[in-house]
Nanobody, 114 residues
Framework: QVQLVESGGGLVQAGGSLRLSCAAS???????MGWYRQAPGKKRELVAA???????NYADSAKGRFTMSKDNAKNTVYLEMNSLKPEDTGVYYC?????????WGQGTQVTVSS
């Protein structure tokens, strides 16, 4: 089983930056991980993902502004968010796919004011 704990959310003005962290209870080596966002009244959507080999992919809305990375030694993944927009507001969830078992963190709130 994998437990995920997100941190780093908060209130920021448009154009600002935040860095989210997701700490896993065990090794993230070989695990596919992602960051999802759920805006009020909307479905949860993928923002960024990173493969076991370190390859990343991003939602169109995140390309050029967000960077996902991981530190296997710290069992932690990160989401660096720059040039934030009000539409980036939502609860950000960390997700892990280990042997086709899906795990979620509790989420961290990001609010971007205009």
């Amino acid at each position: 089983q994998v437990q995920l704990v997100e941190s780093g959310g908060g209130l920021v003005q448009a154009g600002g930056s935040l860095r989210l962290s997701c700490a896993a209870s065990g090794s993230i080596f070989g695990i596919y991980m992602g960051w999802y966002r759920q805006a009020p009244g909307k479905k949860r959507e993928l923002v960024a993902a990173i493969s076991s080999g370190g390859s990343t992919n991003y939602a169109d809305s995140a390309k050029g502004r967000f960077t996902m990375s991981k530190d296997n030694a710290k069992n932690t993944v990160y989401l660096e968010m720059n040039s934030l927009k009000p539409e980036d507001t939502g609860v950000y969830y960390c997700n892990a796919n280990k042997f086709n078992l899906i795990y979620w963190g509790q989420g961290t709130q990001v609010t971007v004011s205009s």
